[in-house]
């Protein structure tokens, strides 16, 4: 399913709960590449760790500058397989847009990307309301999910933003207007009802304040189906048996090659000593016959966002040229004309370096 949820219950009622279990259902699709990016820091979401493409812990200034190169590197993803989607013969996406049997397609690299972040204040008000690098950094991250929101389910990115306090700040309204799918656990008070269900949600007897401690797991889902309805989480679901799940989920990667990222042992710390940039280089290639330099730079950015993030045309092609790669004008099909050329690099040039020269 393609949505953008806000979860916005009572302290303590398992929102946190609620985002690590959409993350293991989506753990259980192999094919679908996971962001787990816990703001509240305290392991949530630690059982990811073991089948996720990306993870991040807290708000330390570190893991908010990770977070961010990661996002960057999805919105540039968002990007191409909207080109992609576009070059494909009408008969193959005719509604354009990603659905299962596209999603299977390896060589169009159009999987499933399921984005959650648990505690969403850590990185939406991140930083001191006076500092002006802290602010350039808050307002990137919300225009980046503002965008991913609106348009990357077409494209197979899916958003699940949780939070205990659906405010302006903590869900920006940019966001939230654009929010789907919207699950509401117990809290106080019809305007933290209507915040999270909709403006006269309360009045209209969607009422999440009804909810008793007793409660545990059971909110209101608005956007799914034609009238909102109480569900469930599952029952039983700890932080043991998501382990065991999110163990299944590492197992059905490792069997159909897709385990990567942060869960193929890829330590973003150390990963420049790990890395062969030529390599990396093949693999973004995909499907593609010539790539330009900036189009690299966004899949390398994807793949390994702590190393790519902050990398640049000139920087990529000084680096290929001296691994013995031809930075050339190229072009590029599918594109407008007047973008179609531009410096980039055949994909038979990178081919033909396998087993030789290397950076």
């Known amino acids: 399913m393609i949505f953008a949820a806000v979860r916005t219950p009572q302290p303590g009622r398992i929102s946190s709960c609620g985002a690590r ?12 590449r996971v962001y787990a990016i816990d703001g509240k820091g305290t392991g949530d979401l630690s059982a990811c760790e073991l089948y996720a493409h990306f993870y991040a812990r807290g708000d330390r200034p570190e893991q908010v500058e990770r977070v961010l190169h990661a996002l960057r590197g999805l919105r540039e993803e968002m990007r191409r397989r909207a080109d992609v989607i576009d070059g494909l013969p009408r ?13 299977s397609r390896r060589e169009l690299g159009l999987e499933p990307i399921v984005v959650g972040i648990d ?88 009422d999440a304040t009804m909810f008793t401690s007793e409660d545990k797991g059971i909110g209101y889902l608005r956007g ?7 569900v469930r989480s599952v029952h039983g679901l700890d932080a043991v048996a998501s382990e065991k799940v999110a163990h299944r ?38 499907e593609a016959d010539a790539l330009h330099l900036p189009d690299i730079i966004a899949r390398l950015a994807l793949l390994r966002p702590a190393l790519y993030g902050s990398l640049n045309p000139r920087t990529l092609g000084g680096q290929l040229r001296q691994a013995g790669v031809e930075v050339t004008s190229v072009y590029v099909a599918g594109k407008p004309p007047e973008q179609a050329s531009a410096k980039g690099v055949e994909r038979d040039n990178v081919v033909e370096l396998n087993g030789r020269r290397q950076v």
Not at 22 to 32: T, V, Y
Not at 144 to 149: E, Q
Not at 156 to 169: E, H, R, S, Y
Not at 250 to 272: F, I, K, P, Q
Request: glycine letters at 6%; charged letters at 30%.
């Open 21 to 32: 279990e959409a993350l293991l259902i989506a753990g259980l699709d192999p094919r679908a």
């Open 91 to 103: 008969e193959e996406a005719p509604e354009s847009k990603v659905d299962s049997r596209l999603a």
């Open 119 to 206: 505690e969403t204040q850590a990185y939406f008000e991140y930083g001191d309301v006076g500092d002006k690098d802290a602010k350039a950094i808050r307002d990137e991250l919300v225009a980046i999910c503002t965008d991913l929101v609106k348009r990357g389910p077409a494209v197979g990115i899916i958003v699940l933003l949780a939070t205990q306090n659906v405010t302006k700040d903590t869900i920006p309204t940019s966001i939230s207007n654009n929010a789907v799918l919207r699950f509401c656990l117990k809290v106080f008070g019809w305007e933290a009802n209507d915040k999270v269900l909709g403006t006269g949600a309360h009045k209209a007897g969607v």
């Open 224 to 230: 799914e189906d034609v009238e909102p309805k109480i």
């Open 249 to 286: 989920a590492r197992l059905a990667r490792l069997s159909a090659g897709r385990l990567t990222g942060h869960a193929a042992d890829e330590e973003m710390e150390n990963e420049a000593e790990q890395v062969v940039l030529l390599d990396d280089v093949r693999t973004v290639f995909r």
